[in-house]
Nanobody, 123 residues
Framework: QVQLVESGGGSVQTGGSLRLSCAASGYTEDSYWGWFRQPPGNEREAVAAIYRGGSFSLYANSVKGRFTISQDNAKNTLYLQMNSLKPEDTAMYYC?????????????????WGQGTQVTVSS
């Protein structure tokens, strides 16, 4: 059974940084896993994804140059380093993992989801 557990969220001021972690158990697919976020009252949106069998990564335009996705396969852990945070980055952040390679932007492409970790950026 696959479990994804996020950690690292919190409250920061504009320009601050946070590092999210997603510890996976039971997940061994050579597919994509990544991060989504859901701001209050909005739909869930893709933030970044990385190919678990390599290092190819993808980013939403809104976070390019500020966020970095990475993984430690030995620890089966996914990370999201978030720098230069803005109030519009405020959201619940979710870790998600695919079982087959599909459209990384679509939530329906991901078979497994974590519970989420809250990120709040104040101005």
């Amino acid at each position: 059974q696959v479990q994804l557990v996020e950690s690292g969220g919190g409250s920061v001021q504009t320009g601050g940084s946070l590092r999210l972690s997603c510890a996976a158990s039971g997940y061994t697919e050579d597919s994509y896993w990544g991060w989504f976020r859901q701001p209050p009252g909005n739909e869930r949106e893709a933030v970044a994804a990385i190919y678990r069998g390599g290092s190819f990564s993808l980013y939403a335009n809104s976070v390019k140059g500020r966020f970095t996705i990475s993984q430690d396969n030995a620890k089966n852990t996914l990370y999201l380093q978030m720098n230069s945070l803005k109030p519009e980055d405020t959201a619940m952040y979710y870790c998600a993992a695919m079982t087959a390679i599909r459209d990384w932007l679509r939530p329906a492409s991901y078979a497994y989801w974590g519970q989420g970790t809250q990120v709040t950026v104040s101005s």
